[in-house]
């Protein structure tokens, strides 16, 4: 299977111009949203712009949040304070195929902006998913929104998908994983605004809270082996996966990946909680 306009994607298309360009049109668009025409507010954005901004050396990061509306990401970037114009330190995100991409002028867009078509649906080894693991390899920041799609209800996070976790497992060098969990781009963007139709522009005079959570620590060598016996003494359903690199077969995969993912969800559901007590209207 091709990837979707790959060559958009890379630094060096047209010297990297076209990307400067989407990145800081994007930019502004999303400081427009975030800080002049709604109010956000940010709990531990120190560790978000840390992580972002310094890492160890081909360490990647892996940003995990909820999905509230189809303008979370980029608008979650555009707070106060945030590089949100530098086209080296942007982050790759995974989009939707069905909706990023459905013509050549919106994949070229995304593409030069810094995303990563994922067919929903297609599973984890849909091919796109092997170019997010290639981002990771070079030590890039990779967003992902792990419920799989837009939920605007104010509820617990749903089961997340097992795209992030098997990314994690498979990096070379695992990736720091941080939460966020955000509340108000419902209403910047509600789904059902007039006549069951999202409104033509943002909406304004909202309130954004967003929740950056503490990294998540996961000892990959560790949690497989203790995939490989519990797949053995438990029994899953196969679909035919292939073994990974170092002989997990589809049983340990399924059973590690639930378990990261859990842990996942787990974070999330915290902050999630935290912030309904700590940001008040």
């Excluded at 427009?32 to 360490?59: E, Q």
Aim: glycine share 6%; charged share 25%.
């Amino acid at each position: 299977m091709s990837r979707t306009m790959e060559w958009a994607a890379r630094a060096e298309h047209f010297r990297g111009i076209p990307r400067k360009l989407v990145i800081a049109a994007v930019g502004a668009f999303a400081k427009t949203v975030s800080s002049l025409l709604n109010t956000t507010s940010v709990h531990n954005a120190d560790t978000l712009l840390r992580l972002v901004r310094s890492r160890p050396p081909r360490v990647p990061l892996v940003t995990v949040s909820n999905h509230m509306s189809t303008l979370d990401d980029p608008v979650m970037w555009g707070f106060k304070g945030f590089p949100v114009f530098d086209a080296k330190l942007a982050r790759w995100v995974l989009a939707a195929e069905d909706i990023c991409f459905k013509n050549a002028l919106y994949s070229y867009i995304f593409r030069v902006g810094k995303c990563i078509p994922i067919t929903r649906g297609g599973g984890i080894y849909q091919e796109h998913m092997n170019e997010a693991l290639e981002r990771l390899n070079d030590g890039e920041w990779l967003h992902t929104f792990p419920e799989g799609k837009v939920y605007q209800e104010d509820a617990p996070i749903k089961r997340l998908k097992w795209g992030t976790a098997s990314l994690i497992v498979c990096a070379p060098i695992t990736p720091i994983v941080l939460p966020i969990v955000h509340h108000g781009f419902h209403e910047v963007m509600p789904e059902k605004y007039m006549f069951g139709r999202r409104p033509p522009l943002p909406l304004w005079n909202k309130k954004i809270d967003i929740i950056i959570g503490d990294p998540i620590e996961f000892d990959i060598p560790v949690m497989r082996q203790k995939a490989i016996a519990q797949s053995r003494s438990e029994s899953f359903p196969t679909i035919g996966w292939p073994s990974t690199s170092d002989g997990l077969d589809e049983a340990a995969q399924r059973c590690l990946y639930t378990t990261i993912s859990e842990q996942i969800r787990a974070a999330m559901e915290r902050l999630r909680c935290f912030g309904k007590s700590f940001l008040k209207p």
